[in-house]
């Protein structure tokens, strides 16, 4: 694990990396959030983010994120953007302050059993293949608008948004038109129901300049700031 100074510096970095990009597509820079993600890095990822102001971190496992949660002192927002299997849909109500990877009817009827009877309204995004990457989860673009229907119809669940991984590739254009597909799809939505969907995560390390410029309101990042994940 870096010491925190490093992680400091990375910071700074990033955050610069993000003020260009805003700065090129003319948006403010306070419409876009970072998201530290801290999977596969030790608690101190968490407390790093803490202790720089930062308010949420991104897990993308169920047991990895109640491990951390149990043993943080520091108040954060535990947000999970990695696949969630129905089964373990109940607990991940209980850990998580926001799921960003919902990607079946199944889990989002579950999700809103669980937030239920857990007493909550829990907030989610629905995650969406637009790169059509065969090796990502998430609903496809012409299956949107019924998932979304449904989603709104549960009580228990409030839909902030849509949220993509880009294929993996070379080739930032291939990035960019999963990204401006992502937006596309929520400014249709949110025209056809008649719901805000304000966010819209997309982006990562290797392609969050893209993602800023197609209208990302939140970034995902975890190589930038804490290196390389060690487990
Ligand atoms: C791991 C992960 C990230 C962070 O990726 P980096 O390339 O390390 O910035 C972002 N989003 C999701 C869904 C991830 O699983």
Redesign the pocket.
Known sequence: MIDYSSFEKNLSAVRARIVRACECSGRPLDSVTL?P?T??HPLAAVEYAVRSGMCAV?E?RVQEAADKRGSCEARVQWEL??HLQSNKAQNAVAIFDRI??VDSLKLLRRLDRFAEEQGKSLAIMLQCNTGEDPNKHGFKVAEADSVLEVALGLEHLRVDGL?T?APLSEDLEVARVAFERLRMLRDALSERFDVALPEL?M??????EVAIAAGSTQ????????GE?EY
């Open positions: 998201l993600v999977k596969n991104g993308n953007i990695g960003q990877s949220m991984i995560s982006g990562m390390t290797g392609d969050l970034i995902r990042v975890g190589t930038a700031l804490y994940r």
